[in-house]
């Protein structure tokens, strides 16, 4: 059988360099794309040797084309913490609308499938817990996530569009709270911020009383969903996450204790809008893809502390957010 050609955007950032990895493992061809604002070429590296491999730096918010034939495009450029799309919202609004616009187009043309990265922030700080993929969910748009929760709503909303309209043929992942190896330090999420806290020998942030919760998802498991929703038939959106729901302050907990620091967590103020709770219902990703995470919070977090720590000690001493090629 002839090589498959994919498109990954934000292919130097966390979730798209593991996708490229995976693609190169299966033997694509694969053209990675990103404009490096918050993706990392360190992420990639590895894989520039390959005559299978191509990058291009650029940004997808404008008109994209790539030679030659192209059977699949991954869109997973976008900035994806809170303390990103409060530094860039113009960009995130812009990436998630123009960007999917841009390469629902280059797909139409190429005849390509087109899966793009939706998340559980379409869910809002939910009214319903577990969230199943018909809840519409509780969304201010005016609010600071309401850059990236309405992109990503208008994303799932015109990627629809092309599939009803223009037959094209979509897959919608909505992604739940992952971390793993190639998480950038900085970035201001709970799970870097605390390890890095942890390694720096600085107390803990927790943000407000802690009682909010969240479900952590190892990246491999996540991967292994989106090949598999892929590859489906399925164009209806799909939850993809690990269901297994845990406070912040008991994570908190889970981290002092992996890391052996000595300190404990104090209390930030709680940021506006930030979810009470979300935890995936995956009953859809159980009957249709056959999956379900394997990997557990105790395995997973194992992996990503050892990460972290072999990072150059400057960057772990760096406490300030990151957004460029450093
Ligand atoms: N959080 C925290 N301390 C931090 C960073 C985040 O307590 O230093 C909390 C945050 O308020 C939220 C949860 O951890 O309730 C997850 O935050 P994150 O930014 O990782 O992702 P979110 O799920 O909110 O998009």
């Not at 897959?171 to 390890?195: E, H, K, Q, S, W």
């Not at 995470?293 to 050892?306: M, N, Q, W």
Request: proline share 6%; glycine share 8%.
């Amino acid at each position: 059988m002839a090589r498959k050609t994919i498109l990954i955007t934000g292919a130097a950032g966390f979730l798209g360099s593991h996708l490229c990895d995976r693609f190169i493992k299966e033997d694509y061809k694969v053209i990675a794309m990103d404009n490096l604002i918050t993706g990392d070429l360190r992420n990639i590296e590895h894989l520039f040797k390959l005559e299978n491999f191509e990058f291009y730096n650029h940004d997808v918010s404008k008109f994209v084309y790539v030679p030659g034939d192209l059977d699949y495009i991954l869109h997973f450029a976008s900035p994806a913490s809170p303390i990103d799309y409060l530094k860039i919202p113009i960009q995130t609004l812009k990436v998630g609308s123009l960007g999917t616009h841009n390469l629902l187009g280059l797909a139409r043309a190429k005849k390509a499938r087109m899966l793009i990265a939706s998340t559980s922030e379409v869910y809002g700080d939910p009214n319903v817990n577990p969230q199943p993929e018909e809840y519409w969910g509780n969304v201010n748009p005016v609010g600071p996530r309401g850059v990236y929760d309405e992109a990503k709503r208008f994303q799932e909303a015109i990627t629809m569009a092309y599939h009803t309209f223009h037959g094209l043929e979509t897959r919608i992942v909505r992604i739940f709270n992952t971390y793993g190896p190639r998480m950038r330090l900085n970035d201001g999420r709970v799970l870097p911020a605390f390890i890095g806290q942890a390694l720096r020998g600085e107390p803990l942030t927790m943000f407000g009383d802690g009682s909010q919760t969240r479900s952590f998802c190892y990246v491999d498991d996540l991967i292994e969903g989106i090949y598999r929703l892929l590859h489906s038939d399925y164009a209806q959106p799909m939850n993809i996450g690990n269901p297994d729901e845990i406070t912040i302050k008991q994570f908190g907990d889970e981290i002092i204790k992996l890391t052996g620091t000595d300190q404990e967590m104090i209390s930030l103020p709680l940021p506006t809008d930030d979810p009470k709770q979300r935890r995936p219902d995956i009953t859809k990703a159980r009957a249709i893809l056959g999956w379900e995470p394997k990997v557990s919070r105790s395995e997973g977090l194992k992996i990503t502390y050892e990460y972290f720590k072999s990072l150059p000690e400057k960057e772990i001493q760096h406490k300030d957010f990151t957004y460029y090629n450093k």
